[in-house]
């Protein structure tokens, strides 16, 4: 499985942002999509995750309210709409894939290359 994220940018504080994320590959859609986040210095920080068969999410409680996590099952594409950015959102934002539906990021199976998110105060 391939993952190509796209969608990064910078933006205001306040504003908004959508990623994207499509898998690829001659491999079965995995059950699992979701995304992390790595500012300087910190360490890889989960996001949000989807069921890509029964639409389910789990969010890092300091995006919930703000971001929301959907998928596009025909695309084989995730998206997390970023609303209401703060300049602490600053980060690489990359997607995630696998059977593993939860947070630790040493149980997703496949990455993509990560998306520069940059939030201005």
């Known amino acids: 499985v391939q993952l190509q994220a796209s969608g990064g940018g910078l933006v205001q504080a306040g504003g908004s942002l959508r990623l994207s994320c499509t898998a690829s590959?001659?491999?079965?859609?995995?059950?699992?999509m979701g995304w992390f986040r790595q500012a300087p210095g910190k360490e890889r920080e989960f996001v949000a995750t989807i069921n890509m068969y029964v639409s389910t999410t789990l969010y890092t409680d300091s995006v919930k309210g703000r971001f929301t996590i959907s998928k596009d099952n025909a695309k084989n594409t995730v998206y997390l709409q970023m609303n209401s950015l703060k300049p602490e959102d600053t980060a690489v934002y990359s997607c995630?894939?696998?059977?593993?539906?939860?947070?630790?990021?040493?149980?997703?199976?496949?990455w993509g290359q990560g998306t520069l998110v940059t939030v201005s105060s």
């Open positions: 995630a894939a696998g059977a593993y539906y939860g947070s630790d990021p040493s149980r997703y199976d496949y």
């Open positions: 590959g001659r491999s079965l859609r995995p059950s699992i």
